[in-house]
């Protein structure tokens, strides 16, 4: 028996929309309960060091937009808070998705796990 998570967290999804020109958009952002989890390093190798890190959104499976989409949401574009703080908005693209199932019992998605990838939020607004 799953149990059931509590999303602390909120992010807006932004689902991308073409303009009159071709040119890929943002549309209106759908906020969405989650749980935001973020881990960074410190890596060196081949004479360089750098920060690395992974960053994870846990997205509740009943989700209205998630089912309407049918958790494809690879490409969209997701802000979030990190940690509740107000003035730290985050710009990520969802680089990947699973949606975790309960196959022996139920049959439905308990929730989806989305992996992410720092971007600027300029670069998609004209």
């Known amino acids: 028996m799953n149990e059931d998570l509590i999303f602390r967290d909120t992010c807006d999804i932004y689902a991308p ?8 958009q943002l549309g209106s952002p759908t906020s969405v309960p989650c749980l935001y989890v973020q881990t960074t390093a410190y890596a060196h190798g081949a004479s360089r060091d750098e920060i690395v890190g992974v960053s994870k959104l846990v997205l509740p499976g009943s989700h209205q937009f998630l089912t309407a989409h049918a958790y494809r949401l ?6 979030v808070n990190p940690f509740g703080n107000i003035g730290a908005a985050q710009t990520f693209k969802i680089t990947s998705v699973t949606p975790v199932r309960d196959l022996l019992l139920f049959n439905t998605v308990h929730h989806v796990e989305c992996e992410l990838k720092k971007v ?3 670069a998609y607004v004209s």
């Open 17 to 24: 929309t073409v303009d009159e020109y071709g040119t890929e």
């Open 74 to 79: 690879e490409e969209m574009i997701v802000q």
């Open 120 to 122: 600027e939020l300029a």
